[in-house]
């Protein structure tokens, strides 16, 4: 298992789903699971989407400037800091933003997302 590989194919599906439906986005948290998005605490796949969902725009756009990984504790998780542009329906200018994923190993292979910070990057 190549950790850039999975990192990448992470990243492409968690974006794929936030623009597209981020409702399904709750199967990628467990109850144990935390985000942190713009210094609010949020605790719980359930509590977790229904932030993401509950966001003031319905239709956006994420573009992927670098994504950066690294094998993190003996329990083979990993971290994903990832960059890029948030482009919001009928918005001229794109957001910058910066997300990290603590990513933690599920029995049956896959990953589920174990810690998630999220900040826009104003200039």
Same mark, same amino acid.
């Given at each position: 298992?190549?950790?850039?590989? @999975? $990192? %990448?194919?992470?990243?492409?599906?968690?974006?794929?789903?936030?623009d597209a439906n981020r409702g399904a986005l709750?199967?990628?948290?467990?109850?144990?699971?935390?985000?942190?998005?713009?210094g609010?605490?949020?605790q719980g796949s359930q509590n977790? @989407? $229904? %932030?993401?969902?509950s966001l003031?725009?319905?239709q956006c756009q994420h573009?992927?400037?670098?994504?950066?990984?690294?094998?993190s504790g003996p329990a083979g998780g990993m971290l994903v800091f990832v960059s890029g542009n948030l482009q919001l329906a009928g918005e001229q200018h794109a957001l910058k933003f910066s997300q990290m994923f603590h990513l933690m190993p599920t029995p049956q292979g896959s990953?589920?997302?174990?810690?998630?910070?999220?900040?826009l990057n104003y200039a």
């Open positions: 298992m190549d950790p850039d590989s @999975v $990192a %990448k194919a992470f990243v492409e599906h968690y974006y794929t789903l936030f709750v199967n990628l948290y467990q109850e144990g699971s935390m985000l942190t998005f713009e609010q605490k949020i977790i @989407v $229904a %932030k993401l969902t003031p725009f319905q573009s992927i400037t670098t994504v950066d990984c690294q094998p990953f589920y997302v174990f810690n998630d910070i999220f900040r």
